[in-house]
Structures are given as C-alpha cells and as structure tokens.
C-alpha cells in the first residue's frame, strides 16, 4: 500500500478569532467579575487605599490652616470664608488625584503580566478598562466622602444638601472621564513611576491654574482666560455654585463639554492600546 501524499495547499485552513464578538451581556458579566477581582485584590492590599483616606485629610487641613486666613481675608471675611470657598473646589480636586491612580495602577499590572493574562481570555476588552474605572470611582466616592467629614469638623456649612449629591455626582461623572487618559499613559509608559511624572504635568497646571484654591481675579489676563475654560475651574466653580450657592451653568457646561470630549477621544485610544500592546 503506498502512502499517500497530501499537499499543503489540501490541507483545510482554520480561521480562528482571537476576539470573537461579545454582545452587551458579555461585556456586563466580565466587567462585573473583574470589578469583584478588582476589589478582592484592594481586600487584600488595604494599603492601596491609603491615598484616596488621608490624602482629602491632609489637603484640608494644609489649606484650611495655612492658606485660609490669607486667601479668606482676600474673600471678604477669614478663615470660615475659605472654608466654604475651598471645600467644593476640593471635590472636584480629588477626581483627578484620585484619577491618577488608574494610571499607575494599570501599568503596574501590565509589568506584572496580570493584563497579558487578560487579554488571552475571551473577554471583552473594553470590560478591563471599565471595570478598572469603576472600582476607582468608587475609590473617588470613598475619598469624597472622607473630606465631607475632615469639612463638616473644620466649619463647612452645608447649605443645600441636593447641591451637594449633584456635586458629587457631577465630579463623579468628570473623574470617569478624565480617567481615560491615564489609563492611556498607563498602556504606552514604560514603567509606573513614569505614569506618576507625566500625571503631574498634567495634574498641576490644571490644578492650580483654576480657581480650585484661589479666585483667579488677581492672576494675570493670559491666565484667566485658560482658568476660564479649564475644566477644574468648570468642576469647581459647578460645585461651588451647587453646594454654597453662585452661578452654575457656565461650569456645569464646561465640565460636561470636557467629560464628552476626553471621553469621546481617549475612551477608544486606550481600547486599542490596550488590545494591540505586546
């Protein structure tokens, strides 16, 4: 009996997919299971949420006690004014502080190969990322709510108590948005600390070039003009006005213009980092 011969070009090709087509209920079951890994592992690492505790506790009072009784006789009163002042401006700090994280977090599971083992798994890879956002908003909430009590025990007088859910809600909404792009320098840098430098360029002229911690009608005319539509003075100025009263809608329609754009821009810049990074 002669063997038989079969010829490459005979052989039947198999096409496999390697990201075959998850419909909404995929995507909603993988991100809700990796939600849980995702608090599981800060269960078991509790230090990680030492930031999003002490970091509203020592702002606080760092501004409340340093700077307050300057910048409050700035305002027309003293320290007491500042205080109201200051604290909405840091609910809307904290989503960016806290949004950094998201960052430093992702690349150093990258390096520790937890990502490439995700991404050989039929999953959804927009489930990674979303499930990461979620679990630091809910970070955000925890940090949020740790500086209402460090604000009600310096003197913040809560005036208007939906305004202050809306505000809460309106930094929550921004932070989910804002996270996109540290999730893009956690995909592309090399290493965690570098994730760390380049959110601090991004952090700190945002931060403080707004009227986060000061009114910014002493600064320069080039600087009011980028504080005006620098979406931290948009978040602060929204908060503000919800929580002590003032205006509103200049801020809120900021805010909400930057939130559609960083996350209409960067949401599927990271999706396809994440997806292609080797």
Same mark, same amino acid.
């Given at each position: ?15 496999? /997919? ?13 991100? !809700?299971?990796? #939600? ?14 030492? /930031? ?10 760092? &501004? =409340? *006690?340093?700077? !307050? $009784?300057?910048?409050?006789?700035? @305002? ?6 500042? #205080?109201? *002042? ?18 430093? $977090? ?25 499930? %990461? ?6 970070? @955000? ?12 025990? =310096? !003197? ?17 909404? &921004? ?10 320098? $956690?995909?592309?840098? %090399?290493?965690?600390?570098? #994730?760390?430098?380049?959110? &601090?360029? #991004?952090?700190?002229?945002?931060? &403080? ?19 005006? *539509? ?5 978040? +602060? /100025? ?7 009263? $003032? ?9 909400? +213009? ?18 292609? %990074?080797?």
């Amino acid at each position: 009996m002669s063997a038989t011969t079969v010829s490459p070009s005979t052989v039947p090709t198999i096409k496999v /997919d390697a990201d075959p087509r998850i419909g909404l209920r995929g995507h909603l079951r993988h991100t !809700g299971a990796l #939600v849980r890994r995702n608090l599981l592992w800060i269960k078991q690492d509790p230090e990680s949420m030492f /930031d999003a505790v002490l970091m509203p506790v020592v702002f606080t009072l760092l &501004f =409340v *006690y340093v700077f !307050g $009784g300057s910048i409050g006789q700035s @305002l027309g009163g003293g320290q007491q004014q500042y #205080v109201q *002042y200051v604290i909405p401006g840091m609910v809307a700090m904290m989503s960016m502080n806290i949004a950094q994280g998201v960052g430093t $977090g992702f690349n150093e599971d990258f390096n520790k190969g937890i990502m490439d083992r995700f991404r050989s798994l039929p999953i959804g890879r927009a489930s990674v990322l979303i499930a %990461k956002i979620s679990v630091e908003l809910l970070r @955000l909430l925890i940090a949020t709510t740790v500086l209402m009590i460090v604000a009600l025990l =310096v !003197g913040f007088d809560i005036t208007n108590w939906g305004g202050l859910f809306a505000a809460v809600g309106l930094t929550v909404l &921004f932070g989910s948005g804002i996270m996109w792009i540290f999730l893009v320098l $956690g995909v592309t840098m %090399k290493n965690a600390q570098s #994730v760390q430098a380049m959110g &601090f360029l #991004v952090m700190m002229p945002l931060q &403080f070039g707004s009227s986060i911690f000061a009114p910014t009608q002493s600064m320069p005319g080039w600087l009011q003009g980028f504080t005006k *539509y620098n979406p931290m003075s948009g978040l +602060a /100025d929204a908060a503000r006005g919800l929580m002590v009263g $003032g205006p509103v809608a200049h801020g809120l329609w900021v805010t909400l +213009a930057w939130t559609a754009g960083l996350t209409l821009v960067m949401a599927p810049v990271a999706i396809r980092k994440f997806t292609k %990074k080797s």
